[in-house]
């Protein structure tokens, strides 16, 4: 409308100008008619300029006036200067929300889509019948203090934490009053706490692998280690699968554990899996997750850690495959390796081959005794001081406690009944085992099989002058 006077006004000027030049030369009865008409076309607009500028100033302030005693406004600015999380809500409308509550929930740049959704969309379904009791409680007691519940609030990657939550009423209106909604996250100590360390610079430097993901088992964040343990940028893995990174092998045992705890059926999980790096290179890892909610049965997301464990794991497979060829090679040694421990019972006084229980017998102890290892380890009834032939086994256990009490090594030779009750001869060479305290822990050596014969076993019995 003001366009359309001010066109007016203007087209009317320029046609008063263009009749007062032509009036000049041409002064008749019917242009000076005409240049009046002009002139009061002229004047018409701009009355109707000025009062449309008049009109529209006085609405203006007409407009402004209830501003100041809107409640809605003032009630804004309040939660907006709040440091903790906080919304103000007409019935169950959202009206605003500040900065630490969209931060909060995970929607930081997501004010506008926020303000004019019901708070029932932010609130787990099964706590919709407890929120409707505390706002129905605050809008019909307009003296009541702040109430506070604990709520599960859902997030935007569709985890449900708890908060507690207190509303507060701010308006007078019997039918829907202002409500003030804020999170208690905890004490000022905490608060002062977070203030001092920085959380975002830990997350950066750590060597472990930090991820979330999100309900659907999609990856919401990784922190920068995973580009260095695994050669992949976070631009490259947001939004994919996070089982896809796992070894093919390794997968379904991962994925049974992960869809337990998004789920709710556990809590946390801890295992270890091969993940895939960039060149296709499958590297080992412990892996450690858990529920980012607290509440059983309900579907969350999950965050967790990522720990390089590929050089361990070569060096305990180095470990296993020497371990194999020493158990390859001590099955082939005619020969029976033990270590006996030290404790003390009827049969087992000292801990030596005499009176000691086995813990360890070696395979060649069939070919020595005729007995399996495992019938001579910890087994009373067929332990192997028993089976020493009955008059050299008083020999035997003194000269070995006479060794031991000296430190030294011992050898000699002795007989033994075998388990088809034949009598054979052995030979045994060992050593005791000591604590730092000087304590004797074991006994360990080996036995052999010798000739049986009067003159082998006078040298046998001498061996102790070869030591």
Same mark, same amino acid.
């Given at each position: ?262 789920? %709710? #059926? !556990?809590?946390?999980?801890? &295992?270890?899996? @091969?993940?895939? +790096? $960039?060149?296709?290179?499958?590297? =080992? ?119 031991? %009490? #000296? !430190?030294?090594?011992?050898? &000699?030779?002795? @007989?033994?009944? +075998? $388990?088809?009750?034949?009598?054979? =001869? ?42």
């Amino acid at each position: 409308m003001s366009l359309t006077i001010f066109s007016t006004l203007v087209l009317s000027l320029i046609f008063v100008i263009v009749l007062s030049t032509w009036q000049v030369g041409h002064g008749s009865v019917l242009s000076q008619l005409a240049m009046l008409g002009a002139l009061v076309m002229m004047l018409l607009s701009f009355s109707l300029l000025i009062l449309r500028k008049s009109l529209f100033s006085t609405t203006q302030k007409t407009s402004a006036s209830p501003s100041v005693f809107d409640g809605a406004i003032w009630s804004t600015q309040i939660s907006a200067g709040l440091s903790t999380p906080a919304a103000v809500i007409r019935g169950y409308i959202v009206g605003f929300a500040n900065r630490p509550f969209l931060e909060e929930l995970g929607m930081p740049n997501m004010a506008e889509e926020l303000v004019g959704m019901p708070l029932t969309n932010l609130v787990h379904p099964k706590d919709h019948q407890n929120l409707a009791k505390l706002i129905a409680e605050i809008g019909s007691n307009s003296q009541a203090n702040p109430s506070t519940i604990k709520l599960r609030l859902i997030r935007f990657d569709g985890s449900t934490p708890a908060f507690d939550v207190s509303l507060s009423r701010l308006s007078n209106d019997a039918h829907e009053p202002l409500l003030l909604l804020q999170f208690n996250l905890g004490n000022t100590g905490k608060a002062t706490l977070d203030n001092q360390f920085n959380y975002r610079l830990f997350v950066e430097q750590i060597e472990q692998i930090i991820f979330q993901h999100n309900i659907e088992g999609h990856l919401i964040f990784v922190n920068p280690s995973w580009e260095k343990l695994l050669n992949q940028s976070a631009d490259e893995v947001i939004q994919k699968p996070f089982l896809a990174f796992i070894h093919p092998e390794d997968r379904p045992i991962a994925e049974s554990h992960l869809n337990a705890i998004r789920f %709710g #059926k !556990r809590a946390s999980c801890h &295992l270890e899996v @091969r993940m895939i +790096s $960039r060149s296709g290179e499958a590297n =080992w890892f412990e892996m450690r997750a858990r529920a980012t909610s607290s509440a059983e049965g309900e579907k969350t997301s999950i965050i967790g850690t990522l720990t390089d464990i590929h050089r361990s794991k070569q060096t305990e497979a180095a470990l296993r495959a020497n371990r194999q060829s020493l158990s390859t090679l001590l099955s082939n040694i005619p020969a029976m390796i033990y270590r006996a421990k030290n404790n003390s019972n009827k049969h087992q006084a000292n801990g030596n081959i005499a009176s000691g229980a086995m813990e360890f017998i070696s395979d060649g102890c069939v070919e020595i005794t005729g007995y399996e290892a495992h019938e001579l380890i910890d087994n009373d009834e067929y332990s192997y001081p028993q089976i020493i032939h009955e008059d050299d086994r008083q020999f035997v256990r003194d000269y070995v406690q006479e060794q031991l %009490g #000296k !430190r030294q090594r011992f050898a &000699l030779a002795y @007989r033994i009944h +075998s $388990r088809n009750n034949q009598v054979r =001869w052995v030979l045994e060479y060992g050593t005791g085992v000591f604590s730092s305290a000087d304590e004797l822990l074991a006994t360990e050596g080996f036995i052999i099989a010798a000739p049986a014969t009067e003159d082998s076993v006078e040298v046998a019995r001498a061996i102790e002058t070869l030591d």
